[in-house]
């Protein structure tokens, strides 16, 4: 089962105006193929489907505690989205009052149409993310390889989202997301190398593109992000630690299981926007409106 936390893994900066165009890149890392839903939902099914987990309990622990992260990393994205469609109607110039006339010409339309400045469980592209992206064959060896690729995908989405995008909410999201994603990448190499003795970083480097590069990445290293695995969970998944070992591939220091979750912050609040729902209605008109109708 699953506790849920009304905070987010990290403090995300207010953005002071809309951005609409960045929303529709980031959406690449929601539901994108490589993106957090297909993480989520790749440890998740492999959790759910592994048999003889006391047999493989510290890779089970590990696949099982790392989808509960990426539970908070979809949540993170969303929360990235919303912001930075937030404002909409308050920062349009010409197009006006009404946010819906962003939608002509907006990199994501559906934001607009559909959800109400709100985030879609799709990729950038517009196509919905789909459980065909979910591999889970119950072998144990197989799926680690798979996860190694996913994260390496993963990464490699995340850091071009980051090149794409200069807004700062968004790329301090990001920075977080390459760390934990290191984080993620190197524990699966590690595992499979454990299992299997060849070591897989001979394969692919890891990292191949070093996280220390992206300044808002550097910033959760800082805090030791990049060598921490946190157990997401009060009582289990207790033998993390048999895989979560040794030496940080980029720096050299030590790796650490946290019995603990991220510091994190705030879930942000978001104010009304009830111009999505009547463009150009002027809500001291309705109100007014309302109070003849009381009165007749
Ligand atoms: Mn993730
Ligand atoms: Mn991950």
């Known amino acids: 089962m699953f506790l849920r936390i009304d905070k987010l893994q990290v403090d995300l900066p207010r953005p002071s105006s809309a951005d609409p165009d960045s929303a529709a890149v980031v959406q690449e890392l929601m539901g994108g193929k490589f993106g957090e839903m297909s993480t989520l939902m790749n440890y998740t099914y492999q959790s759910f489907n592994f048999r003889g987990k006391n047999k493989i309990r510290p890779y089970y622990d590990l696949v099982a505690n790392i989808a509960a992260e990426e539970m908070g990393h979809i949540e993170l994205v969303a929360n990235t989205v919303n912001l930075l469609l937030d404002r909409t109607v308050a920062d349009s110039d010409g197009s006006g009052a009404n946010p819906l006339g962003m939608a002509l010409g907006a990199g994501y339309p559906d934001h607009f149409l559909n959800t109400g400045l709100g985030t879609m ?29 996913l994260e390496s995908g993963a990464r490699m989405g995340k850091i071009r989202t980051y090149e794409a995008t200069s807004n700062e909410t968004a790329r301090e999201m990001i920075g977080y997301l390459i760390v934990r994603g290191g984080v993620h990448q190197e524990a699966y190499a590690k595992a499979l190398s454990d299992l299997s003795g060849v070591d897989v970083t001979k394969l692919l480097p890891v990292p191949d593109i070093e996280s ?21 969970s009060p009582n289990d998944y207790n033998e993390l630690g048999q895989i979560w070992n040794g030496d940080q591939a980029e720096t050299g220091e030590k790796r650490e299981v946290v019995d603990d979750i991220p510091e994190g912050g705030p879930v942000p609040d978001l104010t009304e926007v009830p111009e999505m729902f009547a463009p150009n209605v002027d809500p001291n008109d309705v109100e007014e409106l309302g109070k003849r109708f009381l009165n007749s």
């Open 212 to 232: 220390k590069n992206f300044p808002h990445a550097k910033k959760f290293m800082d805090k030791g992000y990049h060598r921490f695995l946190y157990k997401f």
């Open 121 to 149: 469980p799709a990729g950038a592209g517009g196509i919905a993310w789909s459980g065909d992206n979910v591999f889970s064959t119950g072998n144990l060896k197989l799926d680690l390889l798979h996860n190694f690729f």
